[in-house]
């Protein structure tokens, strides 16, 4: 490695035998997650993908839609080599799965992508995510095994509807038509971590829009991720709920790194922020208009800037603290440490013999 691992990574990269101990893995996650082991005991299923096509009604044996929509309890996939994916249609996936594209060099990518819907304890690590396009209403395998009819989506790599205890890590995320990652509806206690979002508009949505009161109770950490080049905003934009968005490195931005509205909580710590040569400068951006005036809680601690960064802090206001359980806290390090801890940022390829 050569480099200091973040604590996620220095659970489970260490072990040579992580491939034969993968459900070490649900032990190592932190922030508003708390620890997977939901995910994993007796009853666990492995399961394989084998087979890169997909059918969005009647999944066959062997593809990733049959693990993840028609198979339902615990249920671990992996994949038996590298391979495209291309989903016929948005990929609901299931309660109690985990999707681990460790080993092998993992893309969905050019059509449908993934979507959490009405679901709970879900993993998603180690997949190449990219050009995500938006998909017209139709019938499609539900989380629940059954099918369903699902109205048009957007084109998001991964959207989060209604969802809880979901683990978003060491994924590539980039180039899709409208997000990269949306938490919507009411989703909260999520962590994202350890991805790298690349060569996109809108980055990530936290709260599905100025309406929706019910993301005030959304909780989530953004951690360890990397952010650039060529991202231009919402590195997140929130509404409503809390975010504490912790030791990101972010290379540039053109309309701004975080922004929200609704009177949102968000408190940014031990971030670099690396301002982009030309451009708007300020890191952080306000939707002015609404009846809510100054009710943003945006808060900067120990942040760092660069090519001029600022970032424009509420007046007064206390930073609110994530209040964390004892699963779900960890230490935020120095931001001298943020280049080494976000290096391996994103799906990595793991050698055939040796550690990740």
């Known amino acids: 490695m050569g480099s200091k691992m973040n604590m996620i990574d220095s659970c489970w990269r260490p072990n040579p035998e992580w491939r034969r101990q993968r459900q070490q893995l649900s032990t190592c996650s932190v922030g508003y997650v708390g620890k997977m082991t939901n995910n994993i005991g007796n009853d666990l299923k492995h399961y394989e993908v084998t087979n890169p096509n997909d059918d969005p009604i009647t999944p066959k044996p062997g593809t990733l839609r049959y693990g993840a929509s028609v198979i339902q309890g615990k249920v671990w996939i992996t994949f038996k080599k590298d391979m495209n994916i291309r989903l016929m249609k948005p990929l609901l996936i299931s309660s109690f799965t985990t999707i681990d594209g460790r080993g092998v060099n993992v893309h969905i990518a050019n059509n449908a992508c993934l979507m959490i819907f ?13 050009h995500c ?48 990652l949306d938490v919507t509806r009411g989703s909260t206690n999520v962590t994202i971590s350890n991805n790298w979002f690349r060569e ?3 980055v990530m ?25 060529n991202c231009n905003q919402r590195m997140p934009r929130i509404r409503h709920g809390y975010a504490h968005v912790a030791n990101n490195f972010y290379l540039g931005w053109m309309q701004y ?21 030309v451009g708007s400068k300020e ?17 900067s601690v120990r942040d760092a800037f660069e090519n001029g960064a600022s970032f424009a802090v509420t007046k007064g206001g206390r930073v609110p603290k994530p209040n964390y ?32």
């Open 200 to 202: 996109q508009d809108k």
């Open 257 to 277: 790194a975080i922004g929200g509205s609704m009177g949102p909580s968000l408190k940014s710590e031990a971030n670099l922020f690396i301002a982009p040569k």
């Open 325 to 356: 359980s004892k699963d779900q806290s960890f230490k935020v390090v120095d931001v001298k440490s943020v280049r080494s801890l976000t290096r391996s940022s994103g799906a990595f390829q793991c050698s055939r013999t040796s550690i990740c």
């Open 118 to 130: 009405k679901a709970t304890n879900i993993i998603i690590h180690n997949i190449r995510i990219h």
């Open 283 to 299: 890191v952080t951006w306000r939707k002015i208009g609404n009846t809510n005036g100054d009710k943003w809680e945006f808060h």
């Open 133 to 180: 396009k938006a998909q017209a209403p139709g019938m499609v395998m539900g989380p629940n095994g059954k099918v369903i009819h699902l109205g048009p989506v957007d084109g998001d790599a991964i959207r989060l509807v209604t969802a809880s205890k979901i683990w978003i890590d060491h994924n590539t995320l980039y180039k899709c038509e409208d997000g990269l």
């Open 205 to 229: 949505l936290l709260g599905h829009d100025d309406g929706y009161v019910r993301d005030k109770n959304m909780k989530v950490t953004v951690l360890y991720n990397h952010f650039g080049p």
